[in-house]
């Protein structure tokens, strides 16, 4: 067995953090000869869950916190996190839900929305996604062009919108303009808006069983 420097392999692994292949690469070995060196010690090795954390850590952001915020922007990311209490899809790894989803039928909540993603979020563009919630009996194009609108997301950003067939006459005005969800596929966006959230909650002294709804947590 080729011998290797036990405590730069123990350094390399449990606090770099680094993968097996990158160890060998470090010291210029095949990965099976780390593989087997830290068999042959008794070292333990990450499980699949701990290496998923690890890679995941390491994914870059696809958006940039905006640091240093003035009296405004402070009142706009409070505005875009209960937004996002109140509207928005809570991360569960059991259904996937791993997406920032906001959904909505008021333009302007919708539009509040986007300002805060925009400015204080400051996310890639070209990632945000529409999904258009409607009924047959309403017209298409003129409410992707609606929303187009309102959202300024470019219209190849709309994905195939659901339209609902058992449409009821009651129903006819209840969503002038349908409904939307605002999408942006980012994990990391997801998990920090939920922190915001537990922040905001804590730092005023909202918690379960203070008159706060259990299934309103996160």
């Known amino acids: 067995m ?82 996002y209490w109140a509207e928005g899809s809570k991360m569960n790894s059991e259904k996937r839900i791993l997406t920032v989803d906001f959904t909505n039928s008021n333009p302007l909540m919708v539009k509040l929305f986007l300002k805060f993603l925009r400015r204080i979020c400051r996310v890639d563009e070209k990632r945000l996604r529409v999904l258009l919630y409607c009924y047959n009996d309403q017209n298409i194009e003129y409410l992707k062009k609606f929303w187009h609108k309102i959202t300024n997301i470019n219209l190849k950003q709309f994905t195939k919108p659901y339209i609902r067939k058992d449409f009821l006459p009651e129903k006819s005005g209840k969503m002038k303009y349908g409904l939307v969800h605002i999408r942006y596929c980012d994990k990391k966006l997801l998990i920090q808006i939920g922190d915001w959230i537990k922040q905001y909650l804590k730092e005023n002294s909202i918690r379960v069983g203070a008159g706060v709804d259990k299934r309103s947590s996160l």
């Open 2 to 83: 080729v011998n290797l420097p036990l405590n730069l392999v123990k350094n390399l692994y449990y606090k770099e953090k680094l993968s097996t292949i990158e160890i060998a690469k470090r010291l210029r070995v095949t990965p099976w000869i780390v593989i087997r060196y830290m068999k042959k010690l008794d070292l333990p090795r990450r499980t699949l869950k701990e290496t998923n954390q690890i890679v995941f850590a390491r994914k870059p952001k696809s958006f940039d916190i905006k640091q240093n915020l003035s009296q405004k922007e402070e009142k706009l990311k409070t505005a875009g996190i209960m937004l």
